[in-house]
Nanobody, 131 residues
Framework: QVQLVESGGGSVQSGGSLRLSCTASGAAVSSHCMGWFRQAAGKERGQIAL???????DYAESVKGRFTISQDSSKTTLYLQMNSLKPEDTAMYYCAHSLAWCRDIARYTGGVYPPGAFAYWGQGTQVTVSS
């Protein structure tokens, strides 16, 4: 089992920044694919940033150049630095941990990262960006 706890969400104005953190614990924490998803009201949950030890980070087009994912050396804390926030970034943000490598997920799914490929989830942290 892996337990994931997110923190750092809040309310900011457009153009502002936030840094999300996700602390992982449990016997199954590994270097496999980890990342951030978000779900806006009335929309499906979607991947925005992923990382694992066998490759570089992967970002959704909507956040490239604005968001940066990183991980501490112990692989137990995941971060998401969010800059130049926009109202459309308003959503619940979730940390997720897979039992597979990111590249294997992408190879099997044709380059997408569905929520179903991730076994463990945090409770989410709300990010609200006002215009």
């Amino acid at each position: 089992q892996v337990q994931l706890v997110e923190s750092g969400g809040g309310s900011v104005q457009s153009g502002g920044s936030l840094r999300l953190s996700c602390t992982a614990s449990g016997a199954a924490v590994s270097s496999h694919c980890m990342g951030w998803f978000r779900q806006a009201a009335g929309k499906e949950r979607g991947q925005i940033a992923l990382i694992n030890s066998d490759g570089g980070p992967d970002y959704a087009e909507s956040v490239k150049g604005r968001f940066t994912i990183s991980q501490d050396s112990s692989k137990t804390t995941l971060y998401l630095q969010m800059n130049s926030l926009k109202p459309e970034d308003t959503a619940m943000y979730y940390c997720a941990h897979s039992l597979a490598w990111c590249r294997d997920i992408a190879r099997y799914t044709g380059g997408v990262y569905p929520p179903g490929a991730f076994a463990y989830w945090g409770q989410g942290t709300q990010v609200t960006v006002s215009s």
